[in-house]
């Protein structure tokens, strides 16, 4: 008896683990590269903790730090990301990334097919136009490189076709797959290009981006999302942005946000700033700083934090100064500025 009831419970335990991993899987097709598709609404979108269970606190994969930052991310543009991430988990068509600020997920019926965990990847996303390059780890070559974009061709023969790249505009040599190319059409298309700029191939690529912490170590990520609260669960915020619906997490530091508002959020290395806006206004109704603690003076009554206009320093009420003494500097803290800019709380970021 008591070896049937194991075995009912293995067999239950089996049927939920494929479930999971199945929901796991359509969570990441909703945010498209290039925005080929249309993104659905928030309640179609499982939160993070719904779906896998993804250590956010752990430490920066290895590599992240020493990727350069693009020349020609405009960092003013919302949207704008530039992050890499280690392959987590994979297999042909759908791989898992850990990142600074949390999962990234990309999937592809035609592309994907031989991404090995030495391989570092980089999402980078300049407005409509996205370049997602895969790296052997260890020598830094470049394995695969995506670009999607609108298409654009240098002449009326349309042999080339431009396309931005975290380097700037690039004539890449349609060859062969001129037919595949739409040649009159604003719908973004995603090409495999090759280093000697020619196109390998023509895709379809989706990637699921999620703000699930605030970087932990100083790194070359840079993320401007500018959307509007659609849904609040649990700690999270579903953002619906232009790239799609994108979670974000508590542990960023933002607090109280409503459904209905609109919503900007900056990462900038390990530094994070997320602005809440209320109807027909155009400055912050809160204002969010996280990063880590370090003071603007010697006698410790004000910290300095990076705000998307700069560094600035910010006082410290005795209220700050009680909150702060036990924290250590270089913990990470969070800011709370009101419409005014002044400050209304200093709290440690947990």
């Known amino acids: 008896m008591t070896e049937r009831l194991h075995c009912r419970a293995n067999r239950v335990a089996s049927r939920r683990a494929g479930f999971l991993a199945a929901a796991f899987a359509a969570g990441l097709m909703y945010c498209p590269v290039g925005y080929a598709q249309t993104a659905p609404s928030a309640e179609d979108v499982p939160a993070p903790a719904e779906t896998a269970n993804i250590p956010d606190d752990g430490p920066a994969p290895s590599g992240e730090a020493a990727t350069e930052e693009p020349e020609s991310i405009d960092e003013s543009l919302s949207p704008s990301i530039h992050v890499t991430g280690s392959v987590w988990r994979s297999k042909p068509g759908i791989v898992f990334l850990q990142t600074p600020i949390g999962l990234l997920s990309l999937s592809s019926k035609t592309a994907l097919r031989d991404v090995k965990s030495s391989y570092k990847i980089t999402l980078s996303v300049n407005g409509s136009s996205t370049a997602v390059d895969i790296r052997d780890r260890g020598t830094g070559s ?85 959307g509007t609260v659609s849904k609040l669960k649990s700690a999270f915020v579903f953002l619906k942005t232009p790239l799609g619906v994108v979670t ?78 036990s924290v250590k500097e270089g913990a990470p803290i969070t800011v709370e500025l009101d419409q005014q800019g002044e400050v209304v709380e200093i709290r440690r970021l947990n």
Do not use: C
């Not at 190319?181 to 999620?210: C, M, Y």
């Open 142 to 226: 470049l394995v695969h490189r995506y670009l999607s974009g609108a298409p654009r061709f240098g002449s009326e023969e349309k042999k080339n076709l431009l396309l931005w790249t975290p380097e700037g505009d690039q004539f890449f040599a349609v060859g062969a797959h001129g037919p595949k190319i739409p040649r009159d059409s604003d719908k973004p298309i995603t090409v495999e290009v090759n280093e000697a700029g020619a196109i390998k191939g023509v895709h379809d690529l989706q990637f699921d981006v999620q703000v699930s912490q605030a970087p932990k170590t100083d790194s070359q990520t840079r993320v401007r999302l500018h």
């Open 248 to 325: 974000v997490s508590a542990k960023t530091g933002v607090r109280n946000a409503k459904i209905g508002q609109d919503m900007t959020v900056w990462i900038h290395g390990d530094h994070v700033a997320i602005d809440l806006y209320q109807e027909n206004s155009t400055a912050p109704l809160r204002r969010f700083l996280s990063g880590r603690l370090v003071y603007a003076t010697p006698d410790k009554s004000s910290v300095l934090l990076w705000t998307p206009e700069g560094d600035k320093a910010f006082r410290a009420d005795h209220r700050g100064k009680s909150s702060l003494a």
